[in-house]
């Protein structure tokens, strides 16, 4: 929040995060009865020490749910060629429900071609290209560990969003263009009017200050000032940077001072990220043990 004082409501995501993990535990319970140790496998290429740092937390929140974490670490040097042998051996392992591979990657390597050798049930960042058209068809199949995290958020804090004008800034693949198709869809906590714009609009801010949910999704630190928002909206910060392991966020605090309610800088959305992966990961397992 703002150091000059805020009447805007705070939407953490931590005890939303908490809920989802609640849920996937029993998951994980029920599969260990019926004999099934889940297995979310990990993959990092290159020694970038935030990516190792991240990989630890994935796998340290997996052993506390129950799963097992199956990882490969390759070196910086690693050819392409390596890259999909590795994927190609997860996919093949039966014992294997989810998959991640650590981004981003070194820049010789191309993480949409190894995106596309996963098994699309196995991805649990839910971001394959046949998982994309399973969202924009209204399939079941894993989501988009962001976008998810957000509706989920919004859920939980009882934010309408049903029949309302959602405004999204930003078109990337893995947040803005999914969370249109998703909170688009007929669902009591989607089923809105979605507009997306992005900063190839020179008269953006037209869009976002009409919007009564506004996402920040451009990853352009501090696009959103307390002037391109509607009094009493709901601002929902999705799109950061970083600089190193500072946290830049799209939206800045003093936007508090206009919002009905917001997004802290640090604890909305991330803590949602991580948990919907650990939910896709779980369901992953609930279907291949024919739970799901």
């Known amino acids: ?18 809920q989802v993990l609640a849920e996937v535990a029993e998951g994980v319970l029920a599969l260990r009865a019926a004999g099934v140790t ?20 994935k796998q340290r929140q997996a052993a506390e749910l129950g799963f097992s974490s199956p990882h490969v670490h390759l070196p910086a040097s690693a050819s392409q060629a390596d890259l ?34 996963l098994d699309p049930d196995k991805d649990v960042d ?3 290209p046949v998982n ?22 919004l859920a939980f804090h009882g934010v309408p969003v049903s029949g309302r004008e959602v405004v999204i800034l930003g078109r990337g693949a893995t947040l803005g263009r ?17 507009t997306v714009v992005h900063t190839g609009v020179a008269d953006w801010p037209r869009y976002t200050r009409r919007a009564e949910i506004l996402v920040a999704a451009a990853g352009v630190p501090g696009i959103i000032q307390p002037e391109h928002v509607r009094p009493g909206a709901v601002v929902v910060g999705g799109g950061v940077r970083y600089e190193g392991r500072r946290l830049l966020p799209d939206v800045d605090e003093s936007c508090a001072e206009v919002a009905g309610a917001i997004t802290p800088r640090v604890g909305g959305v991330g803590p949602t990220t991580v948990a919907m992966l650990f939910r896709n990961a779980v369901r992953a397992a609930q279907r291949a043990a024919g739970m799901g």
């Open 84 to 117: 999909h042998r590795v994927l190609e051996d997860f996919n093949a392992d039966k014992d294997v429900h989810g998959v991640l591979v650590q981004h981003p990657i070194p820049a010789h390597l191309d993480y949409d071609r190894a995106l596309q050798v």
């Open 1 to 18: 929040m703002s150091s000059t004082g805020s009447t805007a409501r705070i939407l953490a995501g931590k005890p939303v995060a908490e």
């Open 178 to 194: 999914p969370l249109a198709m998703l909170l688009a869809q007929k669902r009591p906590t989607a089923n809105a009017a979605v």
């Open 38 to 57: 889940p297995a979310l496998a990990t993959v990092l290429v290159g020694d970038d020490d935030a990516s190792a740092g991240y990989i630890r937390i």
């Open 132 to 153: 994309m058209g399973r969202l924009a068809l209204g399939l079941p199949g894993p989501l988009p560990c962001t976008p998810a995290g957000i509706e989920a958020l």
């Open 126 to 128: 839910g971001m394959h």
